[in-house]
């Protein structure tokens, strides 16, 4: 599945202002996209294992990891334990 909402989020937080807003008030961006409430729920958290899942591009969901400010072990973390729950 390919949340189309979520990637189109995440992409246009490419944008420096957008970034800068988002990193502000997170739910103030979240509210201009039709997002589900399971997708809200992953970027709340920021839970980049639940973006895998959601569907959200690889590049996107490393550059997600880079705007909320994940700890690099801990989105390495989360990027393993989704591939391992992939392969089983």
Do not use: C, H, T
């Amino acid at each position: 599945m390919v949340d189309y909402w979520l990637n189109k989020l995440i992409f246009d937080l490419q944008a420096p202002a957008a970034m800068a807003e988002y990193r502000a008030d997170r739910e103030a961006v979240m509210a201009r996209y039709p997002l589900a409430p399971a997708a809200r729920d992953a970027l709340r958290a920021d839970d980049i294992a639940g973006l895998v899942r959601r569907g959200v591009s690889p590049l996107l969901v490393r550059m997600y990891g880079y705007v909320v400010q994940v700890p690099e072990a801990d989105f390495v973390r989360q990027i393993e334990a989704s591939a391992a729950q992939g392969a089983s």
